[in-house]
């Protein structure tokens, strides 16, 4: 296969790579400990309402002094956070560092799934794994912002890796907190059961119709059923009622926060008449459902490649992202790199991407700082971002189907694949 | 068997199709491969000469009022000789304090005085810049006339520095303008009718006192700057007036309508009532302190009469819009008006040019008088007409749509070479024959050296960040005339990167230095494109000084000697890192602009400019 591991004969030898990690680490948690990264938190690019620390520290605040935090309106985290972050991890001045940690976790995560799908031990491309998920900035700019979907982020790439090494009470564990931070999620649950019965070996050059094992995946869906409803229990228990369920599951259902953010949902809603309202509510959210059947169909013999997949596009159609949805998207993009030689247009979209992490930035100051520009101006960007964004995946679902298909042949052009 | 028959049609037809389509993509992509660099060329063509053609008349338009609750120049005005003796006096008193050498605390004690006998409460605010080992401070005097009419939620200000801006700020004192102010505030205390608090503020220095009362006052912190907190404070301020008067009389008065820090512009409809109040008071009005004179100094005789008149406007225009690019290309306000503009605040300087007459204290009064009225009849803040615009002359301005594309066409000149190169670098062999678009293409496929490539980008970066360091050293700031030594280092600290990068990748360095200009060419594409939005002038000029210039970069060839290699690299480093060698009072003056008023020129340069320019030296010296 021809794929780009050649970069390897320019990368630093064994005695190196040994200390790129405890470097990256290193600057990371450096990076957590400095003190401008202060002026990030209120960054409407790195934090939505939904995963703001600001929001959380209010609602921490309120709890502590035993008022309900989901009375009010704009607190939307789940009791599971406010727990930890009332009791363990009480919020001071060494908290950026329980994000320094997970960012580290994650990438070590990601290195396991690496490892998993190559059936390795040791090779020097875990590195470039860790470099391009630490230092990727849309991964690591919402983790110095504190946004908790550093944390969703965590906790994906733990189940996955979970996932890949086929423990299924760990995974459907973690699978269950990631759904109770965050409901968006459950899109993954088809795919990651799969992928802990199947194994998450690189299939893409062969594909085959193996049948989906139903009876497992049917059990492992009950056992996350009672994970879950244990979870949803003991949040109720913290929130001391069931108020908590409509200002974190239903926020993300019900828009209520108009917050700009990079995602797509915001303008929308804004402009939109409200009786109106609830019908394109029901068309936004169960527009992500589409998705999941015929991406799960297409990749059913790659199924961490189908979670990626469906990674991609929650990153592009989640109703509140934040530049970290997207951003594990494509620092998972390095752990296939059995596809980059099939990628049609990767100039293309790195330059999309490139625009956009220009423009978002200046068109929101334009808009809200100098106040030149609009709203029209930052959602045009944003426009650009879901264009680079889409570019990116569709380009991997080409490349992950087209690789079946082997190397290009001078006398035959594909048509469909 | 009929049924089988019609599908096998079928489907031949359905390949047919795609084979057809197959055909006209590739006939298209070999077309435009053809003739990429044509495509090229024409871009830049259709870029640069639509920036020639900018200040033609027959671009652009007339202005227009656009927010319908300003109703410029439709007040009775009632600023009469009486003021205008009274502005006489504060000026003889001004002029007393001149001669006697005050010190800035005893001119501002007077001015507060002054205030507060009209009744008025007043006060004054201290404030010192720390400038390395510099020290620059100042008191600035102000006033709050509560309105009459309203809670006292939203504010006016008049200003006028102490130093008027006649030759950007060196020095003559804005006495008749602080006149007019004083004059002003003990006349439009007589009036029940204003809506809005009026805040006078007389400012020392420059620019430098202004900005550290609107720091204070919309509670801003800086590191380099001391300012007292203000004892008097009001509402929201929308709009803003600042009043420069520096000679005996003025013959037009001069509407400093534009640029603001880092090329913020403040609304059209300001600078259009103010244009419409002047030419009903029969004051004739100028942008800057331009002044139209009927007999040009350039002759246009040898040209047809048709001709003539249009080339005559042409040239007066394009003086002004090459003013604007001065300013704004740089970021530098032209005047305190400038500095509003960060607090969203609209505001213009109005400039009485300094001549024998016809006009004063009289004209100045009543058009101030009228223009606050306008101002006082906003119910929000000024949001209708125009931020992006080019004011061609007085009442001829350029929508964004009229100017945008040319810096744009040039970008995506610049993104195709980009695109171009990157195609390059991925095949062994060109395209042979340009007459079939089948057989001509091999297919040999050629890997991307990407990884190397970035690291070097990275390392440019690095060293501009380095040299802005070095720039804002305090070792710079006292030894400026170092700055030929500071080139020499930068330029030879790239030589030595390229050294070091040859050495550690020995083989195929030719695909290295085509991978390296396709990413510097769709960087600076990026770059120029988007400041387009941000500061139109600054991304003309980055048109010019980088649309060709990068495009242009040969990439080194494995056989080019190393006294070749360097001789290509030197024109780059004179581009890139030449600023150094200008003039020390410019990069001082854009230094201190960054250091005090926070305009990101120096620090774009530096991070930004210099290390494109210089990794287009590194694609022939790699």
Known sequence: MTFSLKTHSSWPQDSVSRLTFPIIAGIRIALSLANVTKSLRSNPLLSSPLDSFLNLQEGVYLFKHAEDPYSGGSFHHSPLFLSIFTTLLPSSQYSPLIWAFCDIAGALALVSIWRARQNTSTSSWGDLITIAYILNPYVILPSLAMSTSSLENMLILITLKFASQGRQPPTLLFLAFLVQVSLSYLLLILPIFVLVNMGPSSQLAKPHGSTVPIRPIASMFGKFLVYSLCLTFASTIIANGWSWTSQTWGASLLLPDLTPNPGLWWYFFTEMFDHFRPFFLMVFSVHLLIYVFPVFLKFRYDPLYASFILIGILGIFKPYPTLASPGLFISMIVIFPEIYAYLRHPVVTVLLYLHASLLMPLFHGLWLQQGTGNANFFYASTLVFACANGAALIDCIWAGLRLAIGPDSEEYVIIQE | ?622
């Open chain 2, 1 to 622: 068997m009929a049924l089988l028959h019609s599908l096998l049609l079928k489907i031949t037809t359905r390949l047919k199709s795609h084979e057809i389509r197959i055909r006209r993509r590739r006939a298209f992509g070999a077309w435009l491969t053809r003739h990429a660099t044509l495509l090229r060329i024409i871009l830049f063509f259709i870029g640069y000469a639509w920036m020639i053609v900018i200040p033609s008349p027959r671009l652009g338009r007339g202005i227009y009022i656009d927010e319908n609750a300003l109703q410029p120049a439709q007040a009775n005005t009632y600023w009469g000789w009486g003021d205008v003796r009274n502005a006489d006096r504060y000026l003889e008193q001004l002029e007393y304090l001149r001669d006697a050498n005050a010190t800035s605390e005893h001119r501002a004690q007077f001015l507060k005085n002054e205030f507060t006998k009209l009744g008025i409460s007043a006060s004054i605010q201290a404030y010192t810049y720390t400038l390395g080992t510099n020290v620059l401070n100042g008191n600035n005097a102000y006033a709050v006339f509560s309105s009459p009419r309203a809670s006292g939620t939203e504010a006016i200000v008049i200003s006028a520095s102490w130093i008027s801006r006649i030759d950007e700020g060196n020095g003559t004192l804005n006495l008749r303008g602080i006149s007019t102010l004083l004059a002003l505030a003990a006349f439009l205390k007589r009036y029940s009718l204003w809506a809005k608090d009026i805040v006078f503020v007389v400012s020392d220095g420059y620019l430098d006192g202004m900005h550290a009362w609107l720091n204070a006052y919309h509670g801003e912190t800086q590191s380099n700057l001391l300012a007292e907190p203000l004892y008097l404070s009001s509402g929201v301020v929308w709009t803003a007036l600042n009043i420069d008067y520096p000679g005996h009389s003025f013959s037009h008065l001069g509407i400093f309508y534009a640029e603001g820090c880092n090329g913020r512009l403040p609304n059209q409809d300001l600078q259009n009532s103010i244009y419409w109040i002047a030419r009903s008071s029969g004051v004739p009005v100028t942008v800057y302190d331009h002044i139209d004179t009927p007999v040009s100094s350039l002759s246009f005789n040898w040209l047809p009469d048709a001709l003539q008149k249009e080339v005559r406007i042409y040239t007066q225009h394009a003086r002004n819009i090459l003013r604007h690019v001065k300013y704004q290309a740089r970021g530098l306000p032209s005047g305190v008006h400038g500095l509003y503009h960060q607090y969203r605040i609209d505001a213009v300087t109005i400039f009485g040019i300094p001549a024998t007459g016809p006009h004063g204290f009289h004209s100045i009064g009543r058009v101030a008088e009228s223009t606050l009225r306008t101002m006082n009849n906003l119910l929000e803040r000024l949001h209708a007409s125009f931020f992006f615009f080019i004011l061609a002359a007085p009442e001829r301005f350029l929508k964004i749509g009229h100017y945008l594309p040319s810096a744009l066409v040039i970008s995506a000149a610049t993104m195709f070479g980009g695109l171009k190169a990157w195609t390059d670098a991925g095949w062994a062999s060109e395209i042979q024959s340009t007459k079939t678009y089948d057989k001509g293409i091999s297919h040999q496929r050629k890997h991307r050296p990407i990884l190397g490539v970035i690291t070097l980008m990275a390392s440019m970066h690095t060293v501009g960040l380095i040299l802005f360091w070095a720039v804002m050293s305090s070792w710079y700031m006292n030894n400026s005339h170092m700055s030929f030594l500071l080139f020499a280092t930068t330029t030879a600290l790239v030589l030595l990167i390229a050294g070091l990068y040859r050495s550690h990748y020995g083989s195929d360095l030719y695909s290295h230095s085509q991978i390296l200009k396709s990413f510097n060419l769709s960087l600076a594409s990026a770059i120029i494109s988007i400041t387009t939005i941000l500061n139109f002038s600054l991304a003309a000029i980055l048109a010019i000084l980088l649309g060709i210039p990068l495009s242009i970069c040969i990439p080194s060839s494995p056989t080019a000697s190393l006294p070749t290699r360097v001789l290509r690299y030197i024109p780059y480093a004179l581009l890139g890192v030449g600023w150094l060698l200008f003039p020390s009072k410019q990069v001082e003056q854009a230094l201190w602009h960054w250091e005090v008023l926070s305009v990101w020129f120096v620090p774009f340069v530096c991070i930004v400019y210099t290390p494109i320019v210089l990794q287009a030296g590194l694609v022939g010296l790699i």
